[in-house]
């Protein structure tokens, strides 16, 4: 009966402004009626894959006892097919007592995540449109295709500002690195996400943009100030919780100085979750840790200490422990010692009860998977894609005027591909619009498992053709813990540039060409998706070119910079 009087007092797809609605008596009573270990399991959110999975299966069962056992609050779901992650989330929606709290990273919209979502470019391509209706419109499909297949959480908008181009963990997930700019973009993503129904998440606080160490792996410090935090890293979390934004993502980051000269990540340090965040910055919306099962808090603490340790600091949400089960034992212990309160406990409880009411879960948990083709990927969110891929792309330089010769007439070119990760098919979509557009395309491809003999038979395809192309795509891999190129690949381009007509594209970090000095033409479109690869193909020939750079490239380029071409007739 409860459950059915929260249920019709849900609003439907309704976003708070700023945080959860005002706490109700029903919530009230909801919370008093659970037992303390289900209580604490409503703030563990573990991780599940999105992919393919009978229900009888080993790991699919684990997670049914999750939530018919442990009774967790939520799950974050990974990469799948839409309809595999649909009926993925269906099935453990119907064996959970109370409704879950799904939740995902879909970062720059949901093909972060979704095998078959609308692929936008990433966030740094929206920051080098610099168009806020762009970065509204990311958010606004993301919503609606993560809501068609049950998603009610994305962990997004990123709002890290990327200054330091080491970086090896954020890099094109960041709008870039201008504070105001990437404000303005935040908020619009904000907006975009919530006026459609989801919950958005600004992270990872306090910024995580200015570190030079993978958090997946070791443990980012930063001395910054209050100064420089000030005016720097915490802006665009400022307009996102202007915005009205519902959630705050801790970062595995230390911050000694507002710490106490201690090196722990700010997931676990109250001065950062609770003095910077809820005091300084006066957010009353719902905290969430990073995944806690990350090399930066794990490897220190143990999964239990670290969950303990992090709902001590501040944070209402236990993200993908290393062990659910652990992590809630671990807690209900630390209630019996008397490390935490269970006052504590029922004010993050209330805050994402208040979620699942918002999200009218408490009425209708389950998505009809007959109508997730429907919604996502269809044509419309496709041409909005391409639209943005268009207006994303950004010509730095071209001191040789090589980008003006191959727009000018169909040129005879080698095309050398070279990807890694995510990117490593980069060129496919590249060559084939370049070929449809009348260029005469030799294509090479270089992997980082080529070895000498690959390489010197690219160097003789290069010498056959006047004109020599790099589609590079180098993007987050995991546990490397850097994004830099490697150096064979890096020569290469150099080389080549030395001796012939040579642009360079990259379809991932934008700081590839730190390692290739000599080129001299150089064109960014910062996925290897095919919208963005058509984009830059098509820039390539007749379409405007319109993108700034959102971030400096050390020495040569600083933020705005940026070659305008129009379209041509």
Known sequence: MLLLTLGACAPA?????????????????????????????????????GTYEPFDGDAFQGYERWVDSLHVGGIIVSIGSPLDIAAKINRLQSRAPLPLLVTS????????????????????????????????????????????????????????????????????????????????????????VQDHGMFATAKHFPGHGDTGTDSHILLPTSDATWARLDSLELVP?????????????????????????????????PPVLTGILRDSLHFRGVTITDALNMGALVTHYGAGETAVLAFLAGADILLQPADPWVTVSAMEKAVHDGRVSEAQINRSLRRVLELKREAGIFTQRMVSLDSVADIVGRADFQRAAADIAARSIVLAID?????????????????????????????????????????????V???????????????????RNPYAVFAISIRGV??????????????????????????????????????????????????????????????????AITGHLPIRIPPRFIVGDGLQRPAAP
Do not use: C
């Open 445 to 463: 491809r270089l992997t980082p498992a080529s070895g000498p003999a690959s390489y010197d038979s690219a160097r003789a395809v290069l010498a």
């Open 478 to 543: 995991d546990q490397r813990g850097t994004m830099l190129l490697a150096n064979s690949i890096a020569a290469l381009v150099d080389s080549t540039a030395r001796l012939q007509r040579t642009l360079l594209v990259s379809f991932g970090s934008p700081y590839v060409v730190m390692q290739s000095p000599h080129i001299g033409s150089y064109l960014l479109a910062w996925t290897s998706n095919a919208p963005s690869e058509r984009a830059a193909a098509r820039a390539l020939q007749r379409a």
């Open 237 to 269: 979390f400022r307009a996102a919780i202007a915005a009205g934004v519902t959630a705050v993502m801790s970062g595995h980051i230390a911050l000694t100085t507002f710490d106490s000269g201690q090196v722990r990540a700010s997931t676990v340090a």
């Open 13 to 49: 797809a309704r976003v708070a402004e700023n945080g959860p609605a005002p706490v109700t008596s029903d919530i009230d009573r909801l919370v008093d009626s659970l037992p303390l270990r289900d209580r604490i399991a409503q703030l563990v959110i573990p991780w599940i894959p």
């Open 105 to 192: 990273d879909l970062e720059s919209g949901t093909t972060f995540r979704f095998i078959g979502g609308t692929p936008f470019p990433p966030n740094m391509g929206v920051g080098a449109s610099g168009s806020e209706l762009d970065a509204y419109q990311v958010g606004r499909v993301t919503a609606l295709e993560g809501r068609a297949v049950g998603i009610h959480m994305t962990f997004a908008p990123v709002a890290d500002l990327n200054s330091n181009p080491d970086n090896p963990v954020i890099n094109i997930r960041s709008f870039g690195e201008d504070p105001r700019a990437v404000s303005r973009l935040v908020a619009a993503s904000v907006r975009g």
């Open 399 to 443: 001191s040789a005027g090589i980008v003006d010769s191959l727009r000018a007439a169909p040129r005879k070119l080698t095309l050398v591909s070279y990807g890694e990760g995510s990117g490593s098919n980069v060129g496919t979509a590249f060559a084939a619009e370049l070929g449809a557009q009348g260029h005469e395309v030799t294509p």
